[in-house]
């Protein structure tokens, strides 16, 4: 089946630094990834909508200046957290759409976790 | 907007014996539904999904839910729990018509005991 891989799967980085994780679509094209967080013991949170060759999208509540999308080509979309603080401490997992018409198909990476000292 | 209720945040059961998951939605018109699995240090895995097609969907490993829109619900089944059905499983709606804007419930820890 498809893969989506992440990178880095762990990261720890010092407050105030910024720290970027990769989402890729190893054996298939996708034009539109997500991005989700997700807190220990809580349900994952769509934070935006990444789409080839333009703009992200993002949902209610996210700071776009905060978590920079970028998805600069048909496999590659990533995050950048700026200015990494504590409470940006999370497990951050992307996800790739197959696109198979309406019913395009969704797969997930395994997750990238962020502890900020 | 569309949403999901997990009614359980945690269901154990023996094996052998059955597993009911409840999922109740809400959505202002005809939901695409989801069921992933995630197990420790593992992505998600689809389970199943519904768009508006056979109201009884099939999923793998076994498990089935039952779209019932007269009740909101979409519980996820499985005959015969096996102890590597351990793990969170995740009621979803697509939000809109972007089958990638997913809203997860927030949960349900599966716990099967030998």
């Known amino acids: 089946g498809a893969v989506v891989s992440q990178h880095p799967s762990r990261v720890i980085c010092k407050s105030g630094t910024s720290v970027k994780i990769e989402c890729r679509s190893l054996?298939?094209?996708?034009?539109?990834m997500f991005w989700y967080r997700q807190f220990p013991k809580q349900s994952l949170m769509l934070m935006a909508t990444s789409n080839e060759g333009s703009k992200a999208t993002y949902e209610q509540g996210v700071e776009k200046d905060k978590f920079l999308i970028n998805h600069a080509s048909l496999t590659l979309s990533t995050l950048t957290v700026t200015s990494a603080h504590p409470e940006d401490s999370s497990f951050y997992i992307c996800s790739a759409m197959l696109d198979r018409g309406y019913t395009g198909e969704l797969f997930f990476g395994e997750g990238s976790r962020l502890t900020v000292l | 907007a569309q949403s999901v209720t997990q009614l359980d945040s945690h269901v154990s059961v023996s094996e052998g014996t059955p597993v009911l998951l409840r999922c109740n939605y809400s959505s202002s018109y005809s939901p695409s539904l989801f069921w992933y699995v995630q197990h420790p240090n593992k992505g998600l895995q689809l389970l199943l999904k519904y768009t508006s097609a056979a109201t009884l969907v099939k999923g793998i490993n076994g498990f089935e839910a039952e779209f019932k829109k007269s009740e909101t619900s979409f519980h996820l089944t499985k005959p015969s729990a096996h102890m590597s059905d351990a793990a969170e499983y995740f009621c979803?709606?697509?939000?809109?018509?972007?089958?990638?804007?997913?809203?997860f419930g927030r949960g349900t820890q599966l716990t099967v005991w030998p």
């Open positions: 054996d298939f094209q996708a034009t539109t």
């Open positions: 979803v709606v697509a939000r809109g018509s972007t089958l990638g804007r997913l809203y």
